[in-house]
């Protein structure tokens, strides 16, 4: 079993900042790509933020030039950091990552629990 645990979710105002981490934890062989999501009430899952096992990076075009995301391997995490964050950020972030699970390999995708992540004054 493999699972995701994230923190540092909560209140911030706008133009501050956040990290998000995610951990991974359980039988795992490696770890490929990594990735943010969000979501809003009302509104479908975004990815907002992806990074493969050789560190290339994507990014939401939402958040371009504000979140970074990145990754320590020997930790089996993954951060995103998000600053200059505006109100429209407001969503519940969940972290995603596909794992191959130690043997008997197994490809899995797992989710984190999600973060609330509140931008507001």
């Known amino acids: 079993q493999v699972q995701l645990v994230e923190s540092g979710g909560g209140l911030v105002q706008p133009g501050g900042s956040l990290r998000l981490s995610c951990a991974a934890s359980g039988s795992i062989f490696s770890i490929n790509a990594m990735g943010w999501y969000r979501q809003a009430p009302g509104k479908q899952r975004e990815l907002v933020a992806a990074?493969?096992?050789?560190?290339?990076?994507n990014y939401a075009d939402s958040v371009k030039g504000r979140f970074t995301i990145s990754r320590d391997n020997a930790k089996n995490t993954v951060y995103l950091q998000s600053n200059s964050l505006k109100p429209e950020d407001t969503a519940v972030y969940y972290c995603?990552?596909?794992?191959?699970?130690?043997?008997?390999?197994?490809?899995?995708?797992?989710w984190g629990q999600g973060s609330l992540v509140t931008v507001s004054s």
């Open positions: 995603n990552a596909k794992v191959a699970t130690s043997p008997p390999i197994r490809q899995l995708e797992v």
């Open positions: 990074i493969s096992s050789g560190g290339s990076t």
